[in-house]
T-cell receptor, first 117, second 114 residues
């Protein structure tokens, strides 16, 4: 059974610092991996999606990497800002034995990031 | 585009009452799904639909019904609410389930069952 873990559960950094959020998954047979941001009381905003064949994706100050063989993904945030404060969730879409995607995302429980001004 | 919209934002029910959570998207997405989010448990899939007229169960379907009569709408029905259904409910959609299809989420419905 696929399990997704995000450590640490919470992280506090001073403004301007570069930081890395971690996501681990137990089964490397994934179709893709998606990083989301969730603000308090709000829905999920998609940040980056990485295909299983890709190693990384970049969007602005965000860079997500994927290492399927070790079951790990990282989200790198450069020059953090107070507006980056939120919960960051990763989710994997599992690959079926015949190669197609399953119909659900399996989520980690998130990392709560606080960027101090 | 409004994206994925959900109503109501908040709802309080008494045990045994029924209600329908509404979800709509205006992106012509084929795939829609419902998740619930509970502290310490992450998001879990309740039901999903790969197109109008086609629905299937997810990880935690008991106590919930869905139907998909149009591409745009995917309502979630609670048949007889229980305190264990107190949660935040999110609707999501994507163009399909292909490798490049991001899922987009609505703002959520916070449900309390007394």
């Amino acid at each position: 059974k696929q399990e997704v873990t995000q450590i640490p559960a919470a992280l506090s950094v001073p403004e301007g610092e570069n930081l890395v959020l971690n996501c681990s998954f137990t089964d490397s047979a994934i179709y893709n991996l998606q990083w989301f941001r969730q603000d308090p009381g709000k829905g999920l905003t998609s940040l980056l999606l990485i295909q299983s064949s890709q190693r990384e994706q970049t969007s602005g100050r965000l860079n997500a990497s994927l290492d399927k063989s070790s079951g790990r993904s990282t989200l790198y945030i450069a020059a953090s800002q107070p507006g980056d404060s939120a919960t960051y969730l990763c989710a994997v879409r599992h690959r079926r034995f015949y190669g197609g995607a399953t119909n659900k995302l399996i989520f980690g429980t998130g990392t709560l990031l606080a960027v101090q001004p | 585009n409004a994206g994925v919209t959900q109503t109501p934002k908040f709802q309080v029910l008494k045990t045994g009452q029924s209600m329908t959570l509404q979800c709509a998207q205006d992106m012509n997405h084929e795939y829609m799904s419902w998740y619930r989010q509970d502290p310490g448990m992450g998001l879990r899939l309740i039901h999903y639909s790969v197109g109008a007229g086609i629905t299937d169960q997810g990880e935690v379907p008991n106590g919930y019904n869905v139907s998909r009569s149009t591409t745009e709408d995917f309502p979630l029905r609670l048949l007889s609410a229980a305190p264990s259904q107190t949660s935040v409910y999110f609707c999501a959609s994507s163009l399909g389930t292909g490798a490049y299809n991001e899922q987009f989420f609505g703002p959520g419905t916070r449900l309390t069952v007394l």
